[in-house]
């Protein structure tokens, strides 16, 4: 079945440091990806997303590119913040009952 | 603008106790669901339901029942309250009836507490 699969964490990274958190995927068919973030206390946010192989979904200082040969979707930052600590989830959505199948997530800390 | 408002934020529970969680959305989406949050589990979908009238079940529906009697209502009910329910609950919606997008509006969460 589909699937996603994140690096795990925790990521700790000190401020102004270059990020990536790995995604890759198994799905039918051609999927829709999707990276959310969690702030600390609050609920998930859509942080970006890219619909057809080779798109670049990007926001806030993220990217990342739908990579079709090798199943991936990359989180990317050249720069990292503190407040940029929170965790990141990839997910995606395909096949004909369209439901979003969600990674494990992984857990960002900034330091200053 | 609220977006999608859960309450309570944070409940604790005896075993066999039942409560609802509430969700409220003001933002006219068809779409909403439940999901449930635990430590290397991520996110795991409860109900979900794409209009007002009608539900169905997601991938954990055991425990829990839920009701779309309008638009912006969507609560969650626990009948009989287990410790396997302790977790953060967050209701999400979209304004995809055919949830096509996979965009979802997350409520800040319910954090469920059953000793």
């Known amino acids: 079945g589909d699937s996603v699969t994140q690096m795990e964490g925790p990521v700790t990274l000190s401020e102004e440091a270059f990020l990536t958190i790995n995604c890759t995927y198994t799905a039918t068919g051609y999927p829709s990806l999707f990276w959310y973030v969690q702030y600390p206390g609050e609920g998930l946010q859509l942080l970006l997303k890219?619909?057809?192989a080779d798109d670049k979904g990007s926001n806030k200082g993220f990217e990342a590119t739908y990579r079709k040969e090798t199943t991936s979707f990359h989180l990317e930052k050249g720069s990292v913040q503190v407040s940029d600590s929170a965790v990141y989830f990839c997910a995606l959505i395909a096949g004909n009952n369209r439901k979003l199948i969600w990674g494990l997530g992984t857990s960002l800390a900034v330091n200053p | 603008n609220a977006g999608v408002t859960q309450t309570p934020k944070f409940q604790v529970l005896k075993t066999g106790q039942s409560m609802t969680l509430q969700c409220a959305q003001d933002?006219?989406?068809?779409?909403m669901s439940w999901y449930r949050q635990d430590p290397g589990m991520g996110l795991r979908l409860i109900h979900y339901s794409v209009g007002a009238g009608i539900t169905d079940q997601g991938e954990v529906p055991n425990g829990y029942n839920v009701s779309r009697s309008t638009t912006e209502d969507f609560p969650l009910r626990l009948l009989s309250a287990a410790p396997s329910q302790t977790s953060v609950y967050f209701c999400a919606s979209s304004y995809e009836t055919g949830f096509s997008t996979g965009e979802l509006f997350f409520g800040e969460g319910s954090r469920l507490t059953v000793l």
């Open positions: 890219a619909t057809k």
């Open positions: 933002m006219n989406h068809e779409y």
